[in-house]
């Protein structure tokens, strides 16, 4: 009695998600699908009885939508009018953004926090890594300076630029010719950036907004349809704006679609304004939450047994160390810091402390505010430490874990918070390890004693980050399995420089970048210490820090941008590209991050506008490729410019041309 059976494509016995209750007295059930008495087609109700009264019936079970391997919280308010949605978080995604928008696409951007920009802002990394790489050569007399070629403005997006002209470098830093206070890229950059009358009239960022859930469309498993959030509202009584914690105290709260004293929530379900016709979606987020809770085909760590496997069958516990930096500031007398920090053993930290001149060293490398610009320490001084890797354990739980998260929906970026929370440990005793150690360290305060978030360089009451600082993410698995390997970045000693001077240029090519192979090593503790990787990455050998530096300027294909299951509406970009292991610690600093995402968005909008598929995308010879390279190229280069010796011959094409020298 009172039942209201709801058509839908369910399962049976399915639990309806959390506030679809049946109410009879104080009792309150959960309501489950199972068969109605009108026939074979699978309804929502009630199956507690006779007289029970029905509260709530919502049509969607959650988790339901087929193709859907996540979990969908019922309830949300459908968003229709994005046809450009990007998964955000990080330097890319705000590239796609900016490229979406300046293509003309009405284009929304969902951000984690309240700072877009990742490892520019949120993410804590405000220092440009370059490729400083020396030159290359191979015994010809041809040499190929990755350096100026990474320096040389004509290489990157005009965007890109445009960000770092608008902020000059605010610090005096031996890691970077740009480093910055991430609030001023945020205020005088990105803010500049994002109100340009082009990308102001077509992009809406929706601020402190996760991923919980995500689901093809009914009719194809291979198309997007829905993608779910929960955005959060700082309460009035919430301290700092809801930073006076850690993220690991904190992310739990964000990822629940129930308001608490902190935050307010509402659940947003950004779908198409018909079922045939849904947004394209781009997977720009620092964690691959999306690949994850779509459990589309990706890797995380070195799931592979050799640079470019697919099997899955690596060790997906084995990836970067990361890093939760903070910040400091010095002043010219001692400060009075009441802050207890943990107490670390020496042996974390003493080898980038153990003399007055490396701790000079570790203030001037990554220093964000230089109050004199000079290269001596002064009074109002802001300093980045991010030297305290957390190499002991992998951020991120198994993909079985995290798979058994998304179908639950217990979706907390499939992090593995006991891990983040000794980071963030780690990082303030190192604080508080410098402090007694360092000549200058009683000298220095972490935060502002008044809990004055504005005075906080990086937006916190905690002096921590808003977001851990990350070097791998889950990474998708290209169409036709392709993952671009090491082979194709460094440099082929078969082939002589004069005649390919980079990677292998790929006729899909979409961007240009170049780094080296960065691995931050982590080790494996239950084995005391030795490395966790297979013989293939380092050789059999423990390496702290593996540093390739045979890499020249690489290219990156479409095929990358793409996934292997989702190949209608999904495109990838920054971390969670396709690339092995290896490639993905060379595509993970600002400029690649920032070019991938350009040509992400770019190619979003080509596809938003018309009818072709992602698929279409990669098809050799197609308009879409044509269309989406073209659109590619406004926002980067395709094509970069080296500074070519006597020996070469001054040609473009191939993935280069050539410069005068000058930068």
Known sequence: AGVRRVKGTHRLDDECGEGVTCRSGNATRKMRCSRGRSGPTPCCHCTVGRGVRVVTVLALCAGLL???????????????????????????????????????????????????????TSAGDPAIDFN???????????????????????????????????INTTGRCSVSTNCFLPKTMLSAGIA??????????????YYRTVLVGAAATVDDPTTVGTVQVVQRIPTASARCDGWDSPLSASVTDWYSPHPSARFDKRVLDF???????PPVFVEATEWGDLLALLDAPYLQGVSERYDGDVSR???????????????ATLHATDQNETDVFPTMPESEYEANCNSPASCDFIWSRRRLYSANQTAVAAPGDVTLFVVQDWRWSYMFKSMADARADAKAGAWVGGLNLSVVQVAEAEALGWYGWLKSHASYGRKLTLRDTADRQSNSPFGTCTGLTKMPYIRDSRRTIGIGNFLLNASTIRHNHNISLAVQPVGLPWPDRCATITFQIDVHEMHDYQSGGRKCYPDYISGGKFVAYMND????????????LT????????????????TSFMVSSATR???????????????????????????????????????????????????????CTANQPRRAGDGWACFNGTR
Not at 271 to 277: C, D, E, I, K, V
Not at 313 to 326: E, H, I, P
């Open 589 to 643: 600093l600002h400029p690649g991050e920032w070019a991938t995402g350009s040509a992400a968005g770019a190619a979003a909008a080509v596809l938003a506008t018309t009818s072709a598929s992602v698929a279409d995308m990669v098809e050799p010879g197609s308009p879409t490729m044509h269309a989406v390279l073209t659109a590619a190229t406004r926002h980067t280069p395709r094509d970069w410019i080296l500074n």
């Open 271 to 277: 779908t198409g304004a018909s079922p045939t016709r």
């Open 66 to 120: 087929r193709g859907s391997n996540g979990f969908i919280h019922p309830g949300g308010t459908p968003v229709t009018n994005c046809s450009v949605v990007i998964a955000g978080g990080s330097t890319s995604a705000l590239a796609a953004a900016v490229a979406s928008a300046l293509e003309g696409v009405s284009t929304c951007l969902l951000e984690p926090t309240d700072w877009v920009g990742g490892q520019l």
């Open 132 to 166: 400083q790489a020396p030159p290359i050569t191979d015994g010809s007399g041809v040499v190929v300076d990755v350096n100026a070629a990474s320096h040389y403005p004509g290489n990157h997006g005009p965007a890109f630029f445009e960000l770092l002209r608008s």
């Open 192 to 205: 500049t950036l994002l109100a340009r009358p082009g990308i102001a009239k077509n992009l809406r960022v």
């Open 563 to 578: 996934n292997s299951q989702f190949d209608k509406n999904l495109v990838m970009a920054g971390k969670t590209i396709a």
């Open 549 to 560: 530096r045979d890499i020249l300027p690489f290219s990156i294909p479409l095929r990358a």
């Open 313 to 327: 069958q690596g060790n997906d516990q084995c990836g970067q160390a990361f890093s939760v930096t903070l910040t």
